[in-house]
């Protein structure tokens, strides 16, 4: 199993070890693995998983973000790798969505750990296209999905029955994740200053900002009340 630090644990600690300058990521990585506990006990056939809190946006396209990542059998238990956990990442940047965008992106990812376990065939194009596999898979986890023509049934969304279904783990994601990280524009390690791609909503509506008015909060569209998001996710 994963080891987190329990509530416990951390009402005990010295105040030197509970200052906030030592104990900046572990309760945010706490929180993300106590809500992929959370779904596991709603769906006991994922797989326990390597919590990983990094960079959504280096390494990839200008403008493109990673919010998360499913991998299975990505690390080891022991030094002969006889027993192998599944690694979920989520994207430092993805965090600036709130709890309830972090808990679907975790959603998001169950779907796929789900799929990998029942060897269902869920994307193709190197994990990047969603096939309808994928959509049926995400539906049972309780997120909504959308179909783009770039990446198929990716785009997801967390309607208020799941969000009420989840209301405590929302709530400690809440609590913890009080943070996000800066979004960089990369291509292939060189740092992009302009032309960013336009940004959009899912019922496709695009306008283009500059980065520094979109990194400075979300932007909803007054329509379908979703945040625009960056064309290249």
Known sequence: MVSTITRH?????????????TRIST????????????????????????IVL??????????????????AMRWHTDTDGSDQLAEVFIGGEGLQRGPAGVLA??????????AHTRGIKDTSRQGRYHNT???????????????DP??????TDLP???????AHTVEVLSEALRLYRRRENTDSGTTKT??????VCQCGRRIRVATSVRDAGPITCGICGTNFEPEQQ
């Open 54 to 71: 990094g960079a959504g946006s280096i390494g990839s396209r200008s403008g493109a973000l990673t919010l998360g990542h499913f991998a």
């Open 150 to 155: 770039r990446i198929g049934w990716s785009p």
């Open 133 to 147: 596999k994928f959509k049926a898979v995400a539906e049972e986890v309780g997120i909504t999905v959308t179909k």
């Open 160 to 166: 208020d029955t799941t969000r009420n279904d989840y």
């Open 194 to 199: 302009s032309n960013p791609p336009p940004c």
């Open 9 to 21: 644990q951390q009402d005990t600690e010295s105040p030197v070890d509970a200052d906030v300058s």
């Open 105 to 114: 992106t975790l959603l998001h990812e169950a779907a796929h750990a789900l």
């Open 27 to 50: 309760p945010m990585v706490d929180a993300l693995e106590q809500a992929w506990a959370d779904i596991r006990e709603r769906h006991p056939e994922l797989p326990p998983a390597v």
